[in-house]
């Protein structure tokens, strides 16, 4: 007996490996050589292509697919029907699986509902990309980015609460009290 659950509706396609806890609702489809993480929540309606690695802990809402080529690590939070790419040039006439731009979705990042993710870009760690964005290009870590497309709007804790910042260039966060500090080239580093 498996040690993860699987919804009837649902597909896990042989050479797909299910971590322990994972949970797979109605209607989703892992497809071969697939990895998903121990603790994952799939929603209902997921595609998680061949090859794709999810890590630990993620959660995966309603209507998203993760095409091959897309990497989300521990704890990442992808809200529903946000959307990845893999290919930056599709024609339906012209095959380019051999030409698929790897997106890396680092440890505990949030991505909102409806957000589109264009290939190549990598999301920073605990960065929080708000809803209805359009991500074309790398977002630091700790981030807060929303518009179409995204641009840093501001900075966000490990908890996702905003940072304000004071003249020294350290922000306590809100809920847990942990600390940041401001460092160049729009980065934050987080410090306890």
């Not at 290919?87 to 006439?93: E, G």
């Not at 589109?116 to 074309?136: D, P, R």
Request: net charge positive.
């Amino acid at each position: 007996m498996p040690e993860y659950f699987v919804h009837p509706s649902s597909y896990v396609d042989a050479g797909a490996y299910v971590g322990a806890g994972t949970r797979i609702w109605h209607f989703c489809h892992v497809m071969p050589e697939a990895r998903i993480g121990r603790n994952c929540v799939l929603g209902q309606n997921v595609f998680v292509g061949a090859r794709v690695r999810i890590g630990n802990g993620v959660k995966i809402q309603n209507n998203v697919s993760v095409y091959e080529g897309v990497v989300l690590e521990d704890e990442v939070f992808v809200g529903p029907s946000a959307v990845f790419t893999n290919v930056i040039n599709p024609r339906s006439f012209i095959e380019r699986k051999t030409e698929y731009r790897p997106t890396v979705v680092r440890r505990g990042a949030t991505i909102g509902a409806n957000a589109t993710i264009v290939c190549g870009v990598t999301i920073g760690e605990y960065a929080l990309i708000g809803a209805g964005s359009v991500v074309t290009r790398d977002v630091p870590p700790f981030a807060l980015m929303y518009g179409v497309p995204a641009r840093i709007k501001g900075w966000v804790s490990k908890a996702g609460e905003p940072l304000t910042f004071d003249e020294k260039g350290t922000a306590r966060c809100p809920s847990d009290g942990s600390l940041y500090k401001k460092r160049s080239n729009d980065r934050i580093q987080w410090v306890e």
